[in-house]
Structure formats: structure tokens, C-alpha cells
């Protein structure tokens, strides 16, 4: 005689069949193969009643429902006068009813919070003194996710409009003497499922980067969004409203044209093409195997790629992977950059109080109002760049260490002069005074050089007391006496007002005057002067 099915899974065929499910949609969920379900559907040739199925109650048993089927007593049972009951043998025992049902509206709560079995277990010994065990929990915890399922959205991305990314456990892999399982790096494209996979070291940010690029390259292009999860190389800090992204990524995906989107914290469900994918590379490309070298691995998994992978019909679609991605997708992606993504540090330097920070040992030059501030720094072996609140304030090509690189745009105008810079400014100055204060001006550093520029300094001072006009004509008077020193410009302004000292314009007419020296102290000047030499 063929088995028959308790009573409790004949109740749950029957009204499934009632809801419209198909014989394979039962088998699936509930594992009863769907030649056995034929028998209790009522429609079909294949019915059989018999008296357990007439015995059937008509309403499913709902787990932790109150409205629970009366059961017939079991054999031995006792009335309610104490007195024993004697049942006949082939009566129907009653279905076991869970420890955990008294505690169903706490544990409901706490699954509502996201909490395990064993989360809830504990809680419950803890807070409700359960007696009982933990496999008492976990089995009511998965009924009632079996009855109260997660629906789940499924998302659809135009061609090239997104990417996913994820990492998974590669294959054992020779190292060092030992067999060690690397990572492998796996970017899906979400329209065509085309995918990238590549086993690396270690997850670090420029390895990540790297990855990006080799996937880019595979691809012929960039897709507008790539999806990635929460790790340190390409989100720092996990928030819902306001992640806080990787510099180094966030410039990454600057240069390459493309938005970072994290998935949300506990959301793998989000990237689920990808998650998916990891799933089907480490079951049907590399499981079982071993390789003595990463690079042997990573050519696996290209060859595994072009002749499985991308050529599967995917379950989903129904359509070729490498058919949608050429004749769709491929050409949807943004194009390459010109050039690639160059790497560089990330730090923190405080300006001196020269204008200038230091980094590798060389000095370079920020706006000299951000003295005593910490600056974001970010440089490589070609270049720096100083960042002030995400302002860029600074870029300077790399020079060698113990080396200042200074520009003058960053630093006072006083401050960053050269002496012929000074020059043309000073002379600029007296020409605004008038001619003969520059023709004055061009004698006195013809004569003394940088030590003139101190007279030039004082001349052009003496219009806070006197006109340009009075200037320009002691300078004129001091050019003809030939003087090139500051007092006898200013003497010769004060003389201007006093007209008993008053020098006549025409000064080559004089052959006395109190600012002419005897021609006698220039010849005992310039004897003294000899014999110092001499010495």
C-alpha cells in the first residue's frame, strides 16, 4: 500500500490547490513532488478519498492561530469528571503545538527589528524566563518566515546606465610555500549581465582602483553609475542620508565620468546582480580548483569567461550575455579617458610661517593668509596640490628634497620682489614724481648700486611733506650739483621755502654754495682711500 502523507500536508495541498498554485510551484515550496499532490486534488483522474481524507479539516492549520481545529483526544485521555477515556487505536493524534506560541507577539516584535533566532532566543531567557530550547525558536522563527516572506522589487537598468561591484573568496592559490584563497574582484554590468573578474591580493583603495580600470578597459567603456558596497576603499564612513566617500575613489571616478552609488548599510539585495554573480564564479569557475600563482588564476577566469560565461543564455533575460552586450550595451557606455588615473597620497600639513609646507622633505608655497592652518594635501611623484576645505589652493610639480618652490602669487608683493623687479618699481614710482626725479633716481644706482635703493626710498617719502613739484625740481638741482644723496634732495626741498637759501635754477652759473664741498676734501678723500688699498 503507498504511503500517505499526514494529515497536516494533505490539509496544506488541499488549500494551496484551492488558491490556484500548480503542481510544481507546490513541489517547490513545499517539496512534496507534484505526482503525490495530484492525488488530493479533486480534479484530477488520480484522486483517491479515503476516510483520513474524509476526516480532513476544512480550514488550514495557521501556525499560532487561536482558532486551532478541534482535535480528537489521544488514546488514554481523561473527561473532565478525571475519568480515563479509552479511543479506538486508528484515531487521528492531535498536531504538536510549539512551546514558543505563548511568546508569538514578542517574537513577531522582534523579528519586525531585524533580530536572529538565537538574538531572540537569548532574549527570551533573559527577559521571559523561557525553559525551553533553542531549536524550539529557531523553528518557529522559520515558519514565520516562510508564511511572511520578504517581497522584494525587482530593478531593471537601461544599457550602460549601471555597474555593480563586489568581492568574493577565490580559489586556494600558492604562496609563500602555502596555499592561501585570494580575493576576486567581480563588476557586473546590470543590463546585459556582461562581467569582469579579477583575483587580487588585497582590497586596499589602489588595488580597488586598478580593478575599475581593468574592467573599463574589458568593457570599452564606463557606465554611468557603478553600485559598490560599503567597504573602506571606496566609503570611509556608512550613512544612510550622507556616506562619506574615499577621496582617492571620489577622484577616480571623476577622471573616469561616472557617479558612486553605496548600497544602503545590510542591503545586499540592492546589489543583487553582482551578489549573484560572486555566487557563479566561485560555484562554477573555481570551485575545486587549485592554482600555484595568481596570475594562473586570473587567466582561468578570462578563459572561463569567454567561453562560459559570457556566452550562457542567462535565466533571467533568456537571452546570450555577450549577444545584449554587443548589440546593446556596449555602445550606450561612456567613453574612455585619454589618459589614466594617476595615483597619489592623501595627508595633513600646517603651514609655516613662511607661506610654505613641507612634504617628501621639499617645501612649496600655499597663499601666505593661510599661515598657521591645516591644510588636506594630496601628491604624488609628479605633483601637490594643497586643499583648504575642498578648495584648491595650491598645485606645484614636484622638486627635489631640501628645495623651496615658491610662487609669488601665494606670497605679499613686498615680500617676493627680485632686485630688478624693486628696481623698475621704484624707478616707475619717481616717474610719477616727475623726469628729473627719475633721471636722479637712474644716477644714484648707476653710482651706488643696491645701496641707492635706500636713498630712492627717502625721496620718494618726501611727498608726504612737500609737492611733486618741489621734488622734481631738488632733484633736478641735485642731479646738476651732482649729488646722489638723500639730504642733499631734502635740504634742497627745504631751501625751496626759505628764499635767502633759495638755489637759482641755473646752479651751473654758481661757483659758491653751501652744498658745494672744497675740490681740496675730495683730493685728501680719495689719497686715503689709496693708501688703505695700499695696505
Known amino acids: ?114 533580530l536572529s ?22 523553528r518557529y522563527v522559520r515558519k514565520l518566515k516562510k508564511k511572511n516572506p520578504k517581497v522584494f522589487a525587482r530593478m531593471h537598468c537601461n544599457p550602460g ?19 592561501v584563497r585570494p580575493w576576486f574582484f567581480k563588476m557586473v554590468l546590470s543590463h546585459s549581465r556582461h562581467s569582469y573578474e579579477e583575483c587580487v591580493w588585497t582590497q586596499d583603495v589602489e588595488t580597488f582602483i586598478q580593478c575599475h580600470e581593468h574592467a573599463f578597459e574589458a568593457f570599452g567603456g564606463v557606465p554611468a553609475i557603478v553600485r559598490v558596497d560599503n567597504l573602506k576603499s571606496a566609503v570611509l564612513e556608512v550613512n544612510l542620508f550622507e556616506p562619506e566617500l574615499n577621496p582617492l575613489f571620489t577622484a577616480f571616478a571623476k577622471h573616469y565620468n561616472f557617479s558612486i552609488l553605496p548600497c544602503l548599510p545590510r542591503k545586499p539585495e540592492h546589489k543583487g546582480k553582482t551578489e549573484s554573480g560572486v555566487g557563479y564564479t566561485k560555484d562554477n569557475a573555481l570551485k575545486g580548483l587549485k592554482f600555484n600563482s595568481i596570475k594562473e588564476q586570473n587567466d582561468h577566469l578570462r578563459f572561463w569567461n569567454k567561453r562560459w560565461a559570457r556566452t550562457r543564455i542567462h535565466g533571467t533575460m533568456k537571452r546570450q550575455v555577450w549577444a545584449v552586450f554587443i548589440n546593446e550595451e556596449k555602445q550606450a557606455l561612456k567613453p574612455l579617458p585619454k589618459e589614466y588615473f594617476q595615483f597619489f597620497k592623501i595627508g595633513s600639513r600646517k603651514v609655516h610661517n613662511d607661506g610654505h609646507i613641507e612634504v617628501n622633505r621639499a ?73 628729473h626725479c627719475k633721471l636722479w633716481a637712474l644716477k644714484v644706482i648707476k653710482e651706488r648700486n643696491q645701496l641707492g635703493f635706500r636713498a630712492i626710498q627717502g625721496v620718494l617719502r618726501l611727498n608726504h611733506k612737500y609737492t611733486t613739484e618741489a621734488i622734481n625740481l631738488a632733484c633736478a638741482q641735485a ?51 689709496q693708501n688703505f688699498n695700499s695696505l
Not at 537569548?122 to 525558536?137: A, K, N, P, R, S
Not at 612649496?364 to 583648504?388: E, I, M, T
Open 1 to 114: 500500500m503507498a504511503n500517505t502523507l499526514k494529515m497536516e500536508r494533505q490539509t496544506l495541498i488541499k488549500q494551496l490547490l484551492k488558491l490556484g498554485w500548480s503542481y510544481r510551484r507546490i513541489e517547490k515550496e513545499t517539496g512534496i513532488r507534484h505526482e503525490t499532490v495530484s492525488k488530493y486534488d479533486p480534479n484530477h483522474p488520480r484522486y483517491h478519498d479515503n476516510s483520513k481524507a474524509a476526516n480532513m479539516p476544512t480550514e488550514l492549520n495557521t501556525f499560532g492561530s487561536e482558532n486551532r481545529p478541534k482535535c480528537p483526544p489521544t488514546e488514554n485521555t481523561k473527561d473532565e469528571s478525571n475519568t480515563t477515556l479509552t479511543l479506538p487505536s486508528n484515531t487521528v493524534k492531535p498536531t504538536r503545538i510549539s512551546k514558543a506560541l505563548p511568546y508569538d507577539n514578542i517574537i513577531r516584535d522582534k523579528l519586525a527589528l531585524g
Open 117 to 138: 533566532a538565537q538574538r531572540i532566543y537569548q532574549d527570551l531567557v533573559c527577559e521571559h524566563e523561557f525553559e525551553h530550547g533553542y531549536d524550539c525558536i529557531k
Open 161 to 179: 546606465e549601471e555597474a555593480q561591484v563586489d568581492f568574493g573568496k577565490g580559489a586556494p592559490t600558492l604562496k609563500n610555500g602555502r596555499y
Open 363 to 435: 617645501y612649496y608655497s600655499v597663499p601666505h593668509r593661510l599661515v598657521g592652518k591645516q591644510l588636506d594635501v594630496h601628491f604624488n611623484c609628479k605633483w601637490v596640490k594643497a586643499f583648504d576645505k575642498n578648495e584648491l589652493v595650491a598645485f606645484h610639480r614636484t622638486i627635489q628634497a631640501g628645495y623651496f618652490q615658491t610662487n609669488k602669487k601665494h606670497i605679499p608683493e613686498q615680500f617676493c620682489l627680485t632686485t630688478e623687479e624693486y628696481k623698475t618699481r621704484l624707478l616707475n614710482w619717481c616717474s610719477e614724481i616727475g623726469r
Open 479 to 529: 642731479v646738476v650739483l651732482g649729488s646722489c644723496r638723500f639730504h642733499t634732495v631734502k635740504l634742497l626741498c627745504e631751501n625751496q621755502n626759505d628764499p635767502e637759501k633759495q638755489v637759482d635754477s641755473q646752479l651751473e652759473l654758481l661757483q659758491n654754495h653751501d652744498l658745494i664741498r672744497n675740490p681740496k676734501e675730495y683730493q685728501n678723500y680719495f689719497e686715503r682711500l
